[in-house]
């Protein structure tokens, strides 16, 4: 019998999603709920638009758009994409290829909707502010081609809005305009926020590794008590047993059956006051410290 494939598997065929282990970035569920927001808007828009101002938009294709997005929202939650609960943290790849897939969502919604000239283009810039706060520089930078090449074309292909020229004109220098606008947009909020935000972790992979530091002390010193009471309550006993170790040894002869026991045990006495010595120490007061410069920056 075939086996049913996903439309994750579909997805993962092009795009390898990490193993685990590697980085996780965000919630699914914040996408899910990100991508919620964005389809009652566009939704929104549309009804707006063409129902209540009259625009002869191309109302069909733009809500099979709206839907889609919605639909991919519903599958994810179903399981037959993630396999995983909303609360599952996504890796890099996973949560790039979602972010790409709104990406072009947006980009062919505004192709029915005048490019550029849509107020609501600057919505393009969304997916890319989030990949660069969250997911790796790699992925930031393919996003931010992908994010490019939408805007690029949507300067030259598109369909015009339905308004009079004589009404409203748009030059095609503003249009140009409004792309290098976005383009700057993309490249600047992009590096800023990557920046920023691999700052921050860095700023929170250094308080981890100084806590797991201070938790390791903490664990030595309570050895280090430990093994000091042990060798406290165990001292007094075994200088005792030593002790009598030592006459039992100088009142037999040397030639006494017992005389080899006896020394081994006198032995052995001391080797465990040795051992109880050691102890004592304090665990890591000879090794260097497990605390070391993390940089920032």
């Known amino acids: 019998m075939a086996s049913h494939k996903t439309v994750g598997d579909f997805i993962q065929t092009f795009v390898p999603w990490p193993t685990p282990g590697e980085t996780d970035r965000i919630r699914l569920r914040t996408l899910v709920r990100i991508r919620w927001v964005a389809v009652a808007g566009q939704l929104n828009a549309l009804v707006v638009v063409y129902y209540f101002l009259g625009y002869p938009l191309p109302i069909i294709p733009a809500l099979v758009l709206v839907l889609a997005s919605g639909l991919l929202n519903l599958t994810i939650i179903s399981g037959q994409i993630s396999g995983a609960p909303l609360q599952t943290w996504l890796s890099d790849g996973k949560a790039a290829v979602q972010l790409g897939l709104d990406t072009v969502q947006l980009s062919l919604l505004l192709f029915l909707t005048g490019g550029l000239i849509n107020p609501f283009a600057v919505l393009i810039l969304a997916p890319i502010t989030i990949a660069a706060t969250v997911l790796s520089r790699r992925s930031t930078i393919i996003l931010g081609i992908l994010s490019i090449t939408c805007i690029s074309l949507l300067a030259f292909w598109y369909l015009p809005l339905p308004i009079p020229p004589d009404i ?43 806590q797991t530091a201070l938790a390791r002390e903490q664990r030595l010193s309570a050895m280090g008590g430990l093994a000091t009471a042990v060798a406290h309550e165990l001292g007094s006993p075994l200088n005792t047993i030593s002790v009598v170790a030592k006459e039992i040894d100088n009142d037999i002869s040397d030639d006494s059956p017992l005389a080899e026991d006896v020394d081994l045990l006198v032995s052995q006495s001391e080797r465990c006051r040795e051992i109880l010595a050691a102890l004592a120490e304090r665990p890591g007061e000879s090794e260097e410290t497990i605390l070391r410069p993390i940089p920032l920056s």
């Open 168 to 210: 409203f004109y748009i030059p095609p220098v503003y249009i140009v305009g409004i792309w290098v606008a976005l383009l700057t947009a993309i490249i600047l909020l992009a590096t800023y926020n990557w920046y920023l935000a691999e700052s921050g972790r860095r700023m929170s992979r250094a308080l981890s590794d100084t």
